[in-house]
């Protein structure tokens, strides 16, 4: 089956850009949709099909998918953006539905 | 305001069975795919299974095929997930989420979850 590989954790200043990567095999020909999943919390959609953001989702987060990696860059992170970040494509294999194993963001 | 809550979490033994329901509102129902997904403690997210809006395209992951059943009634509104043959591992905070776009969805509204706990 498909596999998406997230780094475990990613850290970054308040005011600095965060770039999450999410790995796949030729991930480029897919659509990558993100989510937010702060502690106790439901996930959250951010960015769907690549690069879209749903409305209330803040112009800091944007997107972009080639090749074998898709990320998704927050800019001039806040601390309320310190949550869990999970990728997720559809795919013909045996599970269609596949979640990238999330990145915890934290704000330093 | 779309709103999704699911119901039907709960203790079980290994081997027991369970019925999750998620009742839907805010929005047409019967137009939209709808999943279950899970993550357990501490863990990642886990997808668990799809059916189209019609109910004529049922998808499974294999870690829960043959044990668990997903259905639909779109006159109440309502997703349900029947797990039966629960296992440990199955322990988790089960969501439904709605599906929106064409052929590779996103789910864009998510329910508060249930915890569902397999343990003797």
């Known amino acids: 089956s498909y596999v998406l590989t997230q780094p475990p954790s990613v850290s970054v200043a308040p005011g600095k850009t965060a770039r999450i990567t999410c790995g796949g095999n030729?991930?480029?020909?897919?659509?990558v949709h993100w989510y937010q999943q702060k502690p106790g919390q439901a996930p959250v959609l951010v960015i769907y099909y690549d690069s879209d953001r749903p409305s209330g989702i803040p112009e800091r987060f944007s997107g972009s998918n080639s090749g074998n990696t898709a990320t998704l860059t927050i800019s001039r992170v806040e601390a309320g953006d310190e949550a869990d970040y999970y990728c997720?494509?559809?795919?013909?294999?045996?599970?269609?539905?596949?979640f990238g194993g999330g990145t915890k963001l934290t704000v330093l | 305001e779309v709103q999704l809550v699911e119901s039907g979490g709960g203790l079980v033994q290994p081997g027991g069975s369970l019925r999750l329901s998620c009742a839907a509102s805010?929005?047409?129902?019967?137009?939209?795919?709808m999943n279950w997904v899970r993550q357990a403690p501490g863990k990642g997210l886990e997808w668990v299974s799809y059916?189209?809006?019609?109910?004529?395209?049922?998808y499974y992951a294999d870690s829960v095929k043959g044990r668990f059943t997903i259905s639909r009634d779109n006159a109440k509104n309502s997703l349900y997930l029947q797990m039966n043959s629960l296992r440990d591992e199955d322990t988790a905070v089960y969501y439904c989420a709605r599906a929106h776009g064409y052929v590779e969805y996103y789910f864009d509204y998510w329910g508060q979850g249930t915890l569902v706990t397999v343990s003797s």
């Open positions: 805010g929005f047409t129902f019967s137009s939209y795919s």
């Open positions: 997720q494509v559809w795919d013909s294999s045996s599970d269609p539905v596949v």
């Open positions: 030729n991930i480029g020909s897919k659509s």
């Open positions: 059916i189209s809006s019609s109910s004529s395209t049922i």
